[in-house]
């Protein structure tokens, strides 16, 4: 008995003082729990040291500078070194590059016609007809395929989308890459034979 109530003396002044030195480093007690919290920080504030580094001021510049700094020590995937370039998926891009040539072609054309009254220009049919036939004979093929090979691969690439598009052909992929194949090879010949008897 006289063990236990030793030890529970003991047990009391521990908390005792536990209590009175908690109690020393918050003086008064809060009235608002925001209140207490400020307190503990202004006491730890005054017992702990100064910072003596001075402040870096940071101005637009230097946080552009960072920002740049940042951007420059990112990771870049190794997107295109590590694909493996299949038929259907260079045929999807040159479907949407072939329609910007050909769109674009025909707005430049079409906005140079407009203004080639005012800027001196004579761009009618019998004066395009006599600068393609001054041409020499390469250049003149060359520049019917450049202008061929595009329209025909458009349109039979376009064919290919809409039936893709019901579901039929992606029973395989080794359909699938036939088609993307046969339309490669279609729209050259197609644009040979225009070229030729164009």
């Given amino acids: 008995m006289a063990g236990s109530t ?9 908390a ?17 729990p925001v209140m207490g919290l400020a307190w ?3 006491v730890r504030m005054q017992t702990t040291n100064p910072i003596t580094t001075p402040l870096r001021v940071i101005t637009a510049e230097s946080a552009q500078e960072g920002l740049a700094n940042q951007r420059l020590r990112r990771p870049v995937a190794p997107h295109l070194s590590i ?3 299949q038929v259907h998926s260079v045929s999807s891009a040159m479907e949407r590059n072939t329609g910007l040539l050909l769109a674009g072609g025909l707005y ?6 407009l203004v080639a009254p005012w800027l001196g220009w004579d761009l009618s049919s019998a004066a395009l007809v006599a600068a393609f036939g001054s041409l020499p004979v390469a250049a003149n093929v060359a520049l019917k395929f450049f202008v061929a090979w595009p329209f025909t691969f458009h349109l039979f690439n376009g064919i290919r989308y809409l039936v893709s598009s019901t579901g039929y052909t992606l029973n395989s992929k080794s359909q699938f890459i036939k088609i993307a194949w046969a339309v490669v090879g279609s729209s050259a010949s197609a644009a040979v034979g225009l070229v030729a008897y164009g």
């Fill in 108 to 113: 430049l054309f079409g906005t140079s016609y």
């Fill in 6 to 14: 030793q030890k529970n003396m003991m047990l009391t002044q521990k």
């Fill in 83 to 85: 694909y493996k370039w």
């Fill in 40 to 42: 503990q920080q202004q």
């Fill in 16 to 32: 005792s003082s536990m209590f009175n030195r908690r109690r020393a480093t918050v003086a008064s007690p809060p009235i608002t």
